[in-house]
């Protein structure tokens, strides 16, 4: 790379320039090594790769000749949350804004020293923000794809400690659904257990509430039949949050589809006092549902310990509850309990053993 600027501001600009291009090249790296062996994702490793590439042909000798570690003061300075990161979201949303923030300094800079320079790290930080949005969106899908089990939850004193023993026992994914409380403790609770679901990596959404969602960050929201039209909720949400939308018919599941659902409920397969005045949509749309949707999907109303092999038994492979765990004495065990006989399942429709 040809050097032509700013005689002035030389060994102080190549400084700035040397430890953000590093900077840069660092978190690029580690938000690859997330897309290559956390994700599986060969495309997202190569853009990461590809633009660790372009910072490097940027990086020269020259440049990297002004590094002076001894006497940076920044190479002490240390935030107390680089210490302690509770989860690889955090990690990753750390790394990203570092990453950002020095392609920001290398636009500024880099136009004292190279027409180019300015321009290609413009370009490169609005790259970076789109592979952030792909990278959240394949995370949380990946997730949600993974997930056979769903906890939505009720209100109640332990409802913290359940949803924490139902963490332990393996569940990844948390709907907060609470029709009682005013709007603050909705808020409150809320961030408390979208905090504990990313300790432990699960998804965490909301009921009904896209604003309590965005709020606290939630990775997504559930919608029912007379809640707003999902075009909307992702106006609001983004293109990386999740929208889940109850149905009821074949009509709601073609239409939620149609509509871009993440995913949906399918339900509810029996009568339950969860869902009072609710009739049951029965085994016979869940069966519809095993052979009409693309997309993963929860059975969803009275499911148990008892019944879940006649549910699973029209080909169904995921179910959402509610009193199963949140009545339940030992939540940790009826979740690895279900879990179990959810995986046992699989195994034998992957062995064709059941119907697919
Ligand atoms: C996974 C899942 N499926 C269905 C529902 C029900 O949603 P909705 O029809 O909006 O009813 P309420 O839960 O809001 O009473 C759900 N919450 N989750
Ligand atoms: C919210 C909801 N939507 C359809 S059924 C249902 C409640 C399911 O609760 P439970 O698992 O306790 O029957
Ligand atoms: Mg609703």
Redesign the pocket.
């Known amino acids: 790379m040809e050097e032509q600027y700013s005689p002035l501001a030389q060994p102080i600009l190549y400084r700035i320039l040397d430890a953000n291009l590093d900077r840069t090249r660092e978190g690029l790296r580690i938000i690859e090594e997330w897309c290559r062996f956390g994700l599986n994702s060969g495309e997202l490793a190569e853009e990461c790769k590809h633009l660790r590439q372009e910072v490097a042909r940027w990086h020269t000798m020259n440049l990297r000749s002004y590094r002076n570690t001894i006497d940076d003061p920044g190479t002490e300075l240390t935030h107390p949350q680089e210490e302690q990161r509770s989860g690889i979201e955090q990690l990753l949303q750390a790394n990203f804004c570092r990453v950002q923030e020095a392609l920001r300094v290398l636009e500024e800079y880099g136009k004292l020293y190279h027409p180019e320079m300015g321009k290609t790290f413009k370009q490169m930080r609005y790259q970076v923000y789109t592979l952030e949005t792909r990278l959240l969106a394949h995370d949380r899908h990946k997730v949600l794809l993974n997930s056979y089990l769903?906890l939505?939850t009720s209100p109640g004193e332990r409802l913290l400690s359940i949803v924490e023993a139902a963490l332990q026992g393996g569940l990844t994914l948390v709907?907060y659904?609470d029709?009682t409380s005013d709007d603050e403790t909705r808020l409150k609770t809320a961030q408390k257990l979208c905090q504990l679901c990313h300790r432990y990596n699960a998804l965490f959404l909301v009921?009904?509430r896209v604003d309590i969602a965005v709020a606290v960050d939630a990775d997504g929201v559930?919608?029912?039949?007379?809640?707003i039209p999902i075009e909307l909720a992702r106006q609001i949400l983004g293109p990386q949050r999740l929208i889940?939308r109850?149905t009821?018919s074949p009509e709601d599941l073609k239409r939620a589809i149609q509509e871009g659902a993440d995913?949906?409920?399918?339900?509810p397969v029996y009568e339950t006092p969860t869902?009072a005045g609710?009739a049951a949509a029965g085994l016979e749309y869940v069966r519809h549902a095993v052979k009409n949707s693309m997309i993963p999907w929860?059975a969803?109303?009275g499911i148990d310990m008892n019944n879940l092999d006649d549910v699973m038994a029209t080909g169904c492979d995921r179910i959402?509850v509610v009193r199963s765990i949140m009545n339940a004495e030992q939540p940790t065990l009826v979740t690895q309990y279900f879990l179990s006989q959810l995986n046992r399942f699989r195994s034998l429709k992957s062995y064709k053993v059941l119907p697919k």
């Open positions: 769903y939505v709907q659904r029709k009921n009904d559930h919608l029912g039949q007379d809640d889940g109850s009821h995913y949906i409920g399918v339900g869902k609710r929860f969803i109303g959402a």
